[in-house]
């Protein structure tokens, strides 16, 4: 069964800047289409952007031009590179493959004003 491991989330000030990893175990990264997903405070979890197995990406309106979606396939890793960030980017932060599989337990991003 495939595992995936959120981290680098913390507490930042407004314009501020944070990278989070996904560490996917299992043989088959390569081949997926990874996603990150967030899901703020009373709300339900949503998709923000995802990069392909080729290394094509695609961002929701809400984080284009704030945010990168990069993958290292030596290291199993996807990476979400977040900038300019607003309060409003508050949210458990989710990595998965697309299809989506099981999901990990999240990394916490918190700005504040």
């Known amino acids: 069964q495939v595992q995936l491991v959120e981290s680098g989330g913390g507490l930042v000030q407004a314009g501020g800047s944070l990278r989070l990893s996904c560490v996917v175990s299992?043989?088959?990264?390569?081949?997926?289409?990874m996603g990150w997903y967030r899901q703020p405070p009373g709300k339900q979890r949503e998709f923000i952007t995802r990069?392909?197995?080729?290394?094509?990406?695609l961002y929701d309106a809400s984080v284009k031009g704030r945010f990168t979606i990069s993958r290292d396939n030596a290291v199993n890793t996807v990476y979400l590179q977040m900038t300019s960030l607003k309060p409003e980017d508050t949210a458990v932060y989710y990595c998965?493959?697309?299809?989506?599989?099981?999901w990990g337990q999240g990394t916490q991003v918190t700005v504040s004003s």
């Open positions: 990069i392909s197995s080729g290394g094509f990406t």
């Open positions: 299992g043989s088959i990264f390569s081949t997926l289409d």
């Open positions: 998965n493959g697309i299809p989506n599989m099981n």
